[in-house]
């Protein structure tokens, strides 16, 4: 009965196996797709948040500008008092004058004149007839930007079909808006004023200068301190220190210090730097005093490490003809170390390029309308100033903020980028 | 500016004494190197350094602390009238007699009378103080800086050790360096220490802890209801800890399923493409995060509810619909879910290295037993590397409880005890920022109560830290 019996178990067995190995298959597939799905959806983040962030910010990089010719009423502007005049209503009239329109007695029509061009145009004028008072009485042409609630209705943004009552504009300010720009005033071309200038409490004339000034201005202080310290930090505990607890207790501190957060460092900053030893509050030099101290302990490992993957024959042979140790470490362990410890110091720094939350400890949140002074003066970095575009309430400070985080990522993939091809370039396998 | 002079001074000093001893060293042995125990370069940085150092360090001392030593000089004595004045105005004198000297800003006081008279004498002292510190700071210089050359330049002598000298002035360089990380750790530690301290004078560490009501409002008047505020810390704890958590039911599975994908399946070519993209999203700014999570995926989140509660509005789960169709952006679900995006790249890279430290013998070994790649990574792999992974998990948790930015811009400001990630809750980090930004006035409870937090945030993480690198660098002994 068992010769019967065994083709059909042999059949049943066969058949067992074959879903089995199905199952099993079938569930490595499964685990498979899951980490593609995984890497899928990181990846796809990434896209949105680019992506999106270009959406919202690329506009800014397009303004519309108007072309106007203003005669310069002596009538209204005082030969012995020219800061007094009004040179915001001035241009305002001739601007209703262009369209045919007349001001009313409350000033009420060229108030909402006033409302979609930028008051540079009176600073320009201001600025003209100050330097050369033989203007007055004569006409000069002015170009200035429309204000950023009109260029939002010229980029589409805001639209007419909105009631009204919810918008910034209404219908009169529109059609002088489209008349202008049918009339061929108004002139469509790359804002360069967002890179030339600093912040402002108008969102058509801020711009970003201030702040990539006083970012570079911050990341100068920080690399001047925490490379040369950390690298000098991480040869002496890698070459020269004796193993011992007190090398040991250097060392896990240094671990720790690395993952400690980062508003940590900006208590230390506003209590030592600011409290106790007095460093102007908001400036280059605490800014990149605290980047400093934050910087040093990745500094420390990435030339750790990279001292690490020397190998020690190079030591031996410059040992063996007679050199020192610190000869040994500066003359060819150090050269041979440097593209490894110059990618980490380099990504240290991106690093502190894109840190806001300590900065924000020592009181770098408040408006600076220039390029700052010094290293002593008051100064705002780019990220800080994205958090204070992001807490404006005008809708066009909104696009401001992406395009602010738009020049933020291009420095930020610049360095990435140098520290890719310094490793490229000069890496090394022994 | 007179410093910078003078430094500078001191360096073309200092240098032309390097050019003197190398001279000097060649001199002796008529060039011939070899009868020189140190090379000449090394005599010349050695004279170089007694002639400039000590000068230099007594230059930067007089910079850094004058102002200081100035002010205490000033205090030696009191004039009576000065004597007679409270407590306070006697700073105020003081900052007025230095204001009055050097040009500064003065305070609004009126002076009249004999404290007049020892204002103007005060400040004629301060005046004559400073001078004397900045003249004598560089004749102190220059005396060091001649007696440092006098006292190095005649040791050169051809066995003299140079070297070994100045490789001794390096090491202390060294040391004095790689005693900067402890010194930071010192300062962050004293620091909050010292301020909690004084917070903790006002408002006892057990209600700051236990107490479930924040609000750190402190009257203008003394005679105001809410004179003290109340500073229970309970709401923002629950608040960090239900963003924390939703970042990681976000972070953990897909940096997880990443970091294996990556190790053990993909092709290099994919990993030399996927990795540097994650560094991207890993490099990109918190700022940036928090920009995003408020603009687009706090109102995209809010008008997906919203909706889905007007729908369910007369249905049978109506008062959720009702709910729901009022939920606003701020909600602990967007800045959870944005820091989740923020952590992947970190718990992915963490985990990804941890396996590829998992000898390639332990899965040779299983998949030659006959076993799937997903049964040698779920059966060999993820055992051999759990303690190391869980270490990533404890980090990501530590970066989660400091992050800052993405919750000051998404997160609200309310303190509220819940775990509904729909609803809007503050954390620690938020409150730190919003205490000590704005106006403040530096000993008040409602400041000093950031360092508190601080102190608890740094507590935390620092366990969190200490227990993942010790699992992670135990664990990596064991392969090695």
């Excluded at chain 1, 409302?115 to 033989?134: E, Y």
């Excluded at chain 2, 030399?272 to 990109?284: Q, R, S």
């Excluded at chain 2, 076993?371 to 404890?394: D, N, Q, Y």
Aim: hydrophobic letters at 50%; a neutral charge; charged letters at 15%.
């Amino acid at each position: 009965m068992t010769d019967a019996a065994l083709p059909t178990d042999k059949a049943a067995f066969r058949q067992g196996l074959e879903t089995r190995l199905k199952k099993r298959y079938a569930q490595e597939r499964r685990f498979r797709l899951y980490g593609q799905l995984a890497i899928t959806l990181a990846l796809g983040f990434l896209v949105l948040l680019v992506g999106r962030i270009a959406l919202q910010g690329y506009s800014t990089f397009i303004d519309y500008q108007i072309t106007q010719s203003i005669y310069v009423d002596p009538a209204k502007v005082d030969r012995s008092d020219i800061g007094g005049a009004n040179f915001d209503l001035l241009v305002a009239d001739q601007m209703l004058a262009r369209l045919g329109e007349k001001d009313d007695e409350f000033g009420e029509t060229s108030g909402k004149m006033m409302d979609i061009i930028s008051n540079d145009f009176g600073f320009q004028l201001l600025k003209m007839v100050k330097a050369d008072p033989t203007l007055i009485g004569k006409t000069v042409k002015v170009t200035g930007p429309v204000k950023a609630d009109a260029a939002l209705y010229y980029k589409g943004e805001l639209k007419r079909s909105t009631p009204e009552e919810e918008r910034k504009l209404d219908n009169r300010q529109l059609t002088w808006l489209d008349r202008m720009q049918a009339s061929g005033a108004v002139s469509k071309g790359f804002n360069f004023g967002f890179l030339t200038k600093s912040d402002s409490t108008e969102p058509e004339q801020a711009g970003v200068l201030g702040a990539v000034v006083g970012s570079a201005m911050m990341l100068l202080v920080t690399a001047v301190l925490a490379v040369p310290i950390g690298v000098l930090a991480a040869t002496y505990l890698e070459e020269f220190a004796p193993k011992n607890r007190w090398t040991d207790l250097i060392e896990v501190n240094i671990n720790n210090l690395a993952a400690v957060p980062s508003i940590v460092y900006g208590l230390l900053g506003l209590a030592v730097f600011i409290n106790w030893l007095h460093v102007p509050r908001s400036s280059p030099l605490v800014g990149g005093l605290v980047l400093a101290l934050m910087a040093l302990p990745t500094v420390i490992i990435a030339t750790r490490s990279a001292l690490k993957a020397v190998p020690p024959s190079i030591r031996e042979a410059a040992l063996g003809v007679g050199a020192s140790r610190t000869q040994t470490v500066f003359h060819h362990v150090l050269p041979l170390a440097m593209p490894g410890v110059m990618t980490g110091a380099i990504l240290s720094l991106a690093h502190a390029l894109g840190e806001t939350a300590p900065l924000l400890m020592i009181g770098m949140i408040s408006f600076v309308p220039g390029v700052p002074e010094g290293f002593t003066g008051a100064a705002t970095t780019l990220p800080v100033q994205v958090f204070i575009w992001e807490n404006a309430s005008e809708r066009a400070f909104h696009e401001r903020t992406a395009a602010a985080i738009l020049v933020l990522l291009a420095f930020m993939i610049v360095m990435n980028l140098a520290a890719i091809l310094l490793r490229r370039r000069f890496e090394r396998r022994w | 500016m007179l410093t910078w002079i003078a430094l500078l001074a001191l360096f073309l000093f200092s240098g032309a004494t390097y050019a003197f001893g190398r001279r000097k060293a060649q001199a002796l042995v008529r060039g011939q190197k070899g009868a020189l125990h140190s090379l000449p370069g090394y005599h010349g940085s050695y004279v170089a350094l007694w002639a400039g150092l000590p000068a230099a360090l007594v230059v930067l001392a007089a910079a850094m602390f004058g102002g200081r030593m100035e002010a205490a000089l000033l205090r030696a004595d009191i004039p009576p009238a000065v004597a007679a004045l409270q407590g306070q105005m006697q700073d105020v004198f003081f900052d007025d007699a230095r204001a009055l000297a050097h040009g500064g800003q003065a305070s609004e006081t009126a002076y009249d009378g004999d404290l007049r008279v020892a204002l103007e004498a005060k400040a004629q002292q301060a005046k004559r103080l400073e001078q004397l510190i900045r003249y004598g700071a560089l004749a102190a210089g220059a005396v060091l800086g001649l007696a440092g050359l006098a006292l190095a330049y005649p040791r050169i002598s051809p066995s003299f050790r140079a070297r070994n000298r100045v490789e001794g002035w390096i090491a202390v360089l060294f040391i004095a360096c790689a005693v900067t990380a402890i010194l930071t750790t010192v300062g962050i530690v004293a620091s909050l220490v010292w301020e909690s301290w004084r917070f903790f004078q006002s408002v006892s560490p057990i209600d700051f802890l236990l107490g479930t009501d924040w609000d750190p409002q402190i009257a203008m008047r003394s005679d105001q209801y809410a004179t003290k505020g109340a500073f229970g810390a309970v709401p923002l704890f629950v608040g960090t800890f239900l963003i924390m958590l939703i970042a990681m039911i976000v972070a953990a599975p897909i940096g997880l399923f990443s970091a294996i994908y990556l190790s053990e399946y993909a092709r290099p070519l994919t990993r030399g493409v996927v990795k540097p993209l994650l560094e991207i999203l890993a490099g990109v700014p918190t700022v940036v995060y928090g920009f995003f999570a408020a603009l687009t995926v706090g109102p995209i989140f809010r008008e997906g509810f919203n909706s889905l509660g007007r729908l369910m509005i007369g249905g049978p789960l109506d008062g959720l619909g009702v709910y729901l169709s009022q939920v606003q952006n701020q909600m602990a679900l967007v800045a959870g879910a944005v820091m989740g995006i923020m952590l992947i790249p970190f718990v992915s890279s963490l985990s990804d290295d941890i396996m590829n430290a998992v000898p390639q013998s332990l899965r040779d070994g299983s998949l030659a037993m006959g076993a799937t790649r997903s049964e040698t990574v779920k059966k060999v792999v993820l055992p051999a590397a759990l303690p190391g992974i869980m270490a990533a998990m404890l980090l990501a948790v530590s970066r989660a409880i400091g992050e800052t930015m993405i919750v000051t811009m998404a997160a609200g400001l309310q303190a509220k005890t819940t775990l509904n990630p729909l609803d809007t809750v503050t954390t620690v980090t938020v409150q730190i920022v919003t205490l000590l930004t704005g106006d403040q006035e530096f000993d008040s409870p409602k400041t000093l109560s950031a360092f508190g937090l601080g102190l608890t945030l740094f507590v935390v993480t620092f366990i969190l830290n200490v227990i993942a690198l010790r699992i992670v660098q135990k664990y990596r002994e064991q392969y090695d």
